[in-house]
């Protein structure tokens, strides 16, 4: 039989290489988390077992019509790993949720191997306008912009780097793409292609990989289309 929590501060997400502890007893006030915990129940591991939707409006936590669930973590909880049951496919209305152990992946990870440096030295155009980028304004760039997903904090993993998970960029045109992916996550809406809009998806954010389809992901794919 599993051992369970008792109360919703009894565990706190283990870093890497440690053991879980015990939340030191403070006065705070009772966060979304506390009550998921309390709610969701989960084993020492941070399993749990299912919870129907119906349920989560008594425990204090909202899930309105559109569901609660962005970039993979529900109500915002990113220290836990969620599993989502749905009516039928990946974009259709979730029935219950259940908690598949603690998160503990590390961060996004900025870091660019030496083999891709290497293998970019010999594109010579930004991938987004085609034209050749001088010498000072080369900059290899993350294609997918949305770093706090956890499919892509896995992508750019140091031992999980691939070349066409990069592109080159010319420098103001990185920055430009890097405010609008900023603006994406923040907003939780997708830009559009000036005159194509989306290569696969729409302006929602889908719960995997969510730059798919994006014309400052994937420029690839808008070539040739009128």
Request: net charge positive; glycine share 6%.
């Amino acid at each position: 039989m599993r051992s369970r929590a008792k109360n919703p501060s009894q565990f706190v997400r283990p870093q890497a290489g440690s053991r879980l502890e015990p939340k030191r007893e403070v006065m705070s006030r009772v966060t979304r988390r506390d009550r998921a915990i309390e709610l969701f129940n989960p084993d020492e591991a941070g399993f749990s077992d299912w919870v129907l939707t119906a349920e989560f409006m008594g425990a204090d936590l909202p899930w309105p019509k559109n569901g609660n669930m962005r970039r993979g973590a529900a109500w915002q909880i990113n220290d836990i790993k969620w599993g989502a049951k749905r009516r039928g496919n990946e974009r259709s209305e979730i029935l219950a949720l259940r908690m598949e152990g603690w998160q503990t992946r590390a961060a996004f990870d900025q870091f660019i191997a030496p083999k891709i440096r290497k293998a970019m030295d010999e594109v010579r155009v930004c991938n987004i306008s085609m034209l050749p980028v001088p010498q000072q304004d080369r900059e290899i760039d993350h294609r997918f912009g949305n770093k706090e997903h956890p499919d892509y904090v896995e992508l750019y993993e140091r031992e999980n780097q691939k070349f066409d998970d990069f592109q080159l960029l010319h420098r103001i045109q990185n920055g430009q793409k890097r405010q609008m992916c900023k603006t994406c996550v923040a907003d939780e809406s997708r830009p559009p292609h000036p005159t194509l809009g989306y290569a696969e998806g729409d302006a929602s954010i889908p719960e995997r990989f969510p730059c798919n389809g994006c014309f400052l992901a994937e420029p690839e794919r808008f070539r040739g289309l009128n």
